[in-house]
Protein backbone atom coordinates (compact mmCIF):
# COMPACT_ATOMS: atom_id res chain seq x y z
CA UNK A 1 0.00 0.00 0.00
CA UNK A 2 1.49 3.18 -0.91
CA UNK A 3 2.51 5.57 1.77
CA UNK A 4 0.78 8.77 1.80
CA UNK A 5 2.80 12.21 1.81
CA UNK A 6 1.51 15.19 3.76
CA UNK A 7 2.06 18.54 1.51
CA UNK A 8 4.80 20.33 2.74
CA UNK A 9 4.48 23.90 4.70
CA UNK A 10 5.78 25.59 1.73
CA UNK A 11 3.01 24.51 -0.60
CA UNK A 12 0.62 25.78 2.68
CA UNK A 13 2.03 28.76 2.55
CA UNK A 14 2.04 29.52 -1.39
CA UNK A 15 -2.08 28.31 -1.52
CA UNK A 16 -2.35 30.56 1.27
CA UNK A 17 -0.87 33.89 -0.01
CA UNK A 18 -2.35 32.91 -3.30
CA UNK A 19 -6.34 33.35 -1.69
CA UNK A 20 -4.88 36.45 0.03
CA UNK A 21 -4.01 37.99 -3.27
CA UNK A 22 -7.45 36.56 -5.11
CA UNK A 23 -8.90 37.92 -2.20
CA UNK A 24 -7.65 41.58 -2.17
CA UNK A 25 -9.82 42.88 -4.74
CA UNK A 26 -13.08 41.97 -3.20
CA UNK A 27 -12.14 44.45 -0.44
CA UNK A 28 -11.73 47.38 -2.46
CA UNK A 29 -14.99 48.98 -2.31
CA UNK A 30 -14.57 51.59 0.75
CA UNK A 31 -17.07 53.52 3.06
CA UNK A 32 -17.59 57.06 2.37
CA UNK A 33 -18.86 59.59 5.33
CA UNK A 34 -20.42 63.07 4.30
CA UNK A 35 -21.16 65.56 7.28
CA UNK A 36 -24.47 67.45 7.14
CA UNK A 37 -26.25 70.55 8.60
CA UNK A 38 -29.86 70.96 8.79
CA UNK A 39 -30.93 74.94 8.88
CA UNK A 40 -34.17 74.54 10.66
CA UNK A 41 -36.28 77.85 9.85
CA UNK A 42 -39.64 77.06 11.47
CA UNK A 43 -41.67 75.21 13.59
CA UNK A 44 -40.88 74.41 17.40
CA UNK A 45 -37.29 73.13 16.39
CA UNK A 46 -36.12 76.43 14.52
CA UNK A 47 -32.32 76.25 15.02
CA UNK A 48 -29.38 74.41 13.57
CA UNK A 49 -28.65 70.35 13.65
CA UNK A 50 -25.98 68.58 12.24
CA UNK A 51 -24.89 64.98 11.66
CA UNK A 52 -23.10 62.57 9.62
CA UNK A 53 -23.70 59.54 7.18
CA UNK A 54 -21.80 56.99 5.65
CA UNK A 55 -22.28 54.76 2.56
CA UNK A 56 -20.31 52.13 0.68
CA UNK A 57 -18.97 52.83 -2.23
CA UNK A 58 -20.54 49.72 -4.06
CA UNK A 59 -23.81 52.22 -3.45
CA UNK A 60 -22.16 54.86 -6.28
CA UNK A 61 -23.77 54.30 -9.51
CA UNK A 62 -20.96 54.57 -13.00
CA UNK A 63 -21.65 57.31 -15.03
CA UNK A 64 -24.07 59.02 -12.46
CA UNK A 65 -27.72 58.57 -11.68
CA UNK A 66 -29.88 58.05 -8.69
CA UNK A 67 -29.56 54.65 -6.26
CA UNK A 68 -32.94 53.95 -5.34
CA UNK A 69 -33.23 51.96 -2.54
CA UNK A 70 -33.72 51.24 1.10
CA UNK A 71 -30.51 50.62 3.16
CA UNK A 72 -27.97 52.10 1.98
CA UNK A 73 -26.48 53.65 4.81
CA UNK A 74 -23.56 51.94 6.85
CA UNK A 75 -23.75 54.71 9.39
CA UNK A 76 -26.08 57.56 10.63
CA UNK A 77 -25.68 60.03 13.46
CA UNK A 78 -27.87 62.96 13.59
CA UNK A 79 -30.26 64.19 16.71
CA UNK A 80 -33.54 65.89 16.32
CA UNK A 81 -35.59 66.81 19.26
CA UNK A 82 -33.23 64.79 21.64
CA UNK A 83 -33.58 61.83 19.77
CA UNK A 84 -30.50 60.23 18.59
CA UNK A 85 -30.89 58.28 14.96
CA UNK A 86 -29.02 55.33 13.45
CA UNK A 87 -28.89 53.54 10.34
CA UNK A 88 -31.22 51.21 11.81
CA UNK A 89 -33.84 54.14 13.01
CA UNK A 90 -33.74 55.88 9.75
CA UNK A 91 -32.10 54.87 6.15
CA UNK A 92 -32.17 56.07 2.87
CA UNK A 93 -34.42 56.24 -0.43
CA UNK A 94 -32.27 57.19 -2.30
CA UNK A 95 -28.73 58.30 -3.56
CA UNK A 96 -28.03 60.51 -6.25
CA UNK A 97 -24.35 60.75 -8.21
CA UNK A 98 -22.46 62.48 -10.82
CA UNK A 99 -20.56 61.54 -13.81
CA UNK A 100 -17.90 61.75 -11.43
CA UNK A 101 -19.01 59.59 -8.52
CA UNK A 102 -19.84 62.35 -6.91
CA UNK A 103 -22.63 62.37 -4.16
CA UNK A 104 -24.95 65.46 -5.36
CA UNK A 105 -28.13 64.68 -3.53
CA UNK A 106 -29.95 62.53 -1.53
CA UNK A 107 -33.30 61.12 0.34
CA UNK A 108 -32.63 60.09 4.45
CA UNK A 109 -35.30 59.94 6.50
CA UNK A 110 -37.58 58.04 8.83
CA UNK A 111 -40.36 56.76 6.85
CA UNK A 112 -38.55 56.45 3.30
CA UNK A 113 -38.89 53.66 0.69
CA UNK A 114 -36.72 53.29 -2.60
CA UNK A 115 -36.99 56.86 -4.07
CA UNK A 116 -38.35 58.82 -1.51
CA UNK A 117 -38.76 59.74 1.83
CA UNK A 118 -41.67 61.61 3.67
CA UNK A 119 -42.46 62.52 7.42
CA UNK A 120 -45.41 61.20 8.66
CA UNK A 121 -48.05 63.37 11.29
CA UNK A 122 -48.46 63.15 14.80
CA UNK A 123 -44.87 61.40 15.35
CA UNK A 124 -41.25 62.26 15.21
CA UNK A 125 -40.55 61.42 11.85
CA UNK A 126 -38.12 63.77 9.64
CA UNK A 127 -36.42 63.42 5.84
CA UNK A 128 -33.40 65.43 4.16
CA UNK A 129 -33.14 65.75 0.98
CA UNK A 130 -35.21 65.58 -2.54
CA UNK A 131 -35.13 68.61 -4.76
CA UNK A 132 -33.32 71.62 -3.76
CA UNK A 133 -31.91 69.82 -0.72
CA UNK A 134 -34.71 70.61 1.65
CA UNK A 135 -35.36 69.68 5.40
CA UNK A 136 -38.79 68.82 6.84
CA UNK A 137 -40.28 67.12 10.17
CA UNK A 138 -42.87 66.51 12.59
CA UNK A 139 -43.30 66.08 16.33
CA UNK A 140 -46.42 64.74 17.98
CA UNK A 141 -48.26 68.03 17.56
CA UNK A 142 -46.80 70.17 14.45
CA UNK A 143 -43.93 70.48 12.09
CA UNK A 144 -41.50 72.85 10.48
CA UNK A 145 -38.84 72.73 7.47
CA UNK A 146 -35.13 74.20 6.35
CA UNK A 147 -32.58 73.42 4.36
CA UNK A 148 -29.74 71.28 4.29
CA UNK A 149 -26.07 71.17 3.34
CA UNK A 150 -23.36 68.35 3.06
CA UNK A 151 -19.80 68.17 2.56
CA UNK A 152 -17.60 65.38 2.44
CA UNK A 153 -16.05 64.13 5.41
CA UNK A 154 -12.21 64.17 6.26
CA UNK A 155 -10.62 61.28 5.19
CA UNK A 156 -8.59 59.82 7.48
CA UNK A 157 -5.87 57.86 5.99
CA UNK A 158 -6.05 53.57 5.54
CA UNK A 159 -3.49 50.86 3.99
CA UNK A 160 -4.52 50.17 0.34
CA UNK A 161 -6.08 47.19 0.70
CA UNK A 162 -2.91 45.65 -1.86
CA UNK A 163 -0.93 46.85 0.72
CA UNK A 164 -2.72 45.03 3.54
CA UNK A 165 -2.78 41.44 1.05
CA UNK A 166 1.18 42.02 0.72
CA UNK A 167 1.65 42.46 4.74
CA UNK A 168 -0.40 39.21 4.84
CA UNK A 169 1.48 37.38 2.68
CA UNK A 170 4.49 38.21 3.98
CA UNK A 171 3.73 37.19 7.48
CA UNK A 172 2.07 33.87 5.94
CA UNK A 173 6.08 33.93 4.76
CA UNK A 174 7.34 34.19 7.90
CA UNK A 175 5.45 31.70 9.93
CA UNK A 176 5.42 29.38 7.12
CA UNK A 177 9.46 28.94 7.03
CA UNK A 178 9.54 29.43 10.73
CA UNK A 179 7.22 25.75 10.43
CA UNK A 180 9.28 25.05 7.76
CA UNK A 181 12.75 25.16 10.27
CA UNK A 182 10.99 24.20 13.24
CA UNK A 183 10.04 20.63 11.70
CA UNK A 184 13.42 20.23 9.79
CA UNK A 185 15.09 20.80 13.59
CA UNK A 186 12.33 18.66 15.52
CA UNK A 187 13.58 15.58 12.74
CA UNK A 188 16.94 15.73 13.76
Known sequence: MPKLRRPKAGWLVIIAAGATICLAPAARASII???????????????TDTGSF??????????????????????????LNGITYDAGTANTGFLEFDSSGDLIDFGIGTHCTAGTCRTEAGTNSWFAGEGPMAFQYTTPTSGGQGNVTFALAPIAPTPEPGSLALLGTALL????????RWRRSARV
Do not use: E, Q, R
Not at 58 to 73: C, E, F, H, Q, W
Not at 173 to 180: D, E, K, M, N, T
Open 54 to 79: SFDSSSIVPGGGANNATGLLTALDFT
Open 33 to 47: TYDFTADITSGPLTG
Open 173 to 180: GFAGAGLV
